[in-house]
């Protein structure tokens, strides 16, 4: 148990709606990051957030955003979803502000499949 | 933009056999992760690797990071079934506008047969 808590476990939604996947860190941790991981694409870093602040953007689309609140749990928000959003979405934590020197815990991921 | 290319993307072999899957890029990182995924569950960091030329154990397994921090090595000897998943090499930069960014391979699916 990594200690990362991610809810839901399994989204099936329709094209061009809206999701929210969240993320509980682990205790003590200050970083949230969040991945996409497909069979063709392998895992993509979307976004990092540090102690309530952006701290750091990948590959997330527009239509993607993201916020870590004051309790520092984190939310992915999904709009507009395409056929191709369909994924696994891992969050991941960590202590430090980066992960040179600070190991990232995963949680199991949030599976999402778009119909 | 950041690379890193895993071989074998396959590898399927029998109990007792050693394996090395390799992790290359033509970027340099300031260190390089290796990350173990079973299905269902999330990546589990096994080791960081931070220093040119630097070579770790853990039991079985012998990472290496290339003198040049471009490129990384994951060495099993003796594979066994409970060895199976995927693993990931994950590369991470320092500094700039890439800080907080972890390049991660394709991965490789090693299955240990009985």
């Known amino acids: 148990d990594s200690g990362v808590t991610q809810t839901p476990k399994h989204l099936i939604t329709a094209t061009g709606q809206r999701v929210t996947l969240r993320c509980s860190p682990r205790?003590?941790?200050?970083?949230v990051y969040w991945y996409q991981q497909s069979l063709d694409q392998g895992l993509q870093f979307l976004i990092q957030?540090?102690?309530?602040?952006?701290?750091a953007k990948g590959n997330i689309l527009e239509r993607f955003s993201a916020q870590q609140f004051p309790d520092l749990h984190s939310e992915l928000n999904l709009s507009s979803l395409e056929l191709g959003d369909s994924a696994l979405y891992f969050c991941?934590?960590?202590?430090?502000?980066?992960?040179?020197?600070?190991?990232?815990?995963f949680g199991n991921g949030t599976r999402l499949t778009v119909t | 933009t950041q690379l890193l290319e895993q071989s074998p993307q396959f590898l399927s072999i029998q109990e007792g056999e050693n394996l090395t899957v390799y992790c290359n890029s033509s970027?340099?990182?300031?260190?390089l992760q290796w990350y173990r995924q079973e299905p269902g569950e999330g990546p589990v960091l096994l080791v960081t690797?931070?220093?040119?030329?630097e070579v770790k154990k853990l039991k079985r397994l012998t990472f290496q990071f290339g003198d040049a921090r471009k490129d990384s090595s994951l060495h099993i000897t003796a594979a066994q079934p409970g060895d199976t998943g995927l693993y990931l090499c994950?590369?991470?930069?320092?500094?700039?506008?890439?800080?907080?960014?972890?390049?991660f391979g394709q991965g490789t699916i090693l299955t240990v047969h009985p």
């Open positions: 991941a934590s960590s202590v430090g502000g980066g992960p040179v020197g600070s190991p990232l815990h």
């Open positions: 205790s003590g941790d200050l970083s």
């Open positions: 957030y540090y102690n309530g602040e952006e701290r």
């Open positions: 970027s340099v990182f300031s260190s």
């Open positions: 690797v931070v220093t040119g030329g």
């Open positions: 994950a590369g991470a930069s320092a500094g700039g506008t890439s800080y907080g960014k972890l390049t």
